[in-house]
């Protein structure tokens, strides 16, 4: 599976990642195909932002959003340094993925920074940029498992998870409560759906006040 250049020429793949006349290259995956410019957008930082991850299997991760981390957790293996992707409850990973298309854009760098946001594995960029190549990926779920059959991706199916995300889902109930708080009482509906056991610990830290300080910056 390779990229095609948006300057009219095959680009030079390695592992997905794309080398267009020796450009460094971001990447930024996307439900839609095609496009001749990835724009800014604000997201839930506030800012308008054109997102991407300097690791194309981490983007990959990123072509479908359903659930967010409510579904999914992404991240970064401890000790393997591989990307992974975490059900947070059973059947999670096909919710989200399943029946999912989309293309994973190479963006070249020089427009993006780093430190911008909490997490270490995303840069941004304020302005527009026109990509050099993109992979189309007509089945992201078997896509996803193609990658983790390469050693290239960690697939954990609930209960299974790395360590980094707690067995008592309090990274869970610490996003429910900041959220809530910045966003009404309204968000806790997603709550309600994907883990309603949750409901009640978020309440009760609202109502204690806790994570009044936000995110962590790994968060």
Known sequence: ?????????????????VDVANVKAVYHGSRQGGLSAITPAVST?????????QDPVMAALFLSGVGGDLTCAVGREEGTALPFVCE???????HRYAG?????????????????????????????VRPIGELVVADVL???EELAEQGLLRIY????RPLDVPTDD?????????????????????????HPHLVRRIQQGLAEGRYREGFPRHE
Do not use: N
């Open 170 to 194: 309090e990274d869970l109930v610490m996003r429910g409560i900041i959220w809530t708080r910045e966003k009404g009482e309204p968000f806790l509906d997603s709550f309600q759906r994907y």
């Open 100 to 128: 999912k298309r989309g293309s994973i854009y190479a963006l070249p760098a020089d427009t993006f920074v780093e430190g911008e946001t909490r997490w270490e594995e995303e840069v941004v960029s304020p302005v527009a």
């Open 142 to 144: 078997r896509r996803l």
């Open 88 to 94: 947070r409850f059973a059947g999670a990973f096909e």
């Open 157 to 160: 199916r609930y209960p299974s």
């Open 45 to 53: 930082h506030g800012e308008q932002w054109v997102y991407a991850c």
């Open 1 to 17: 599976m390779g990229y095609t250049s948006s300057l009219g020429r095959p680009a030079a793949v390695a592992g997905d990642r």
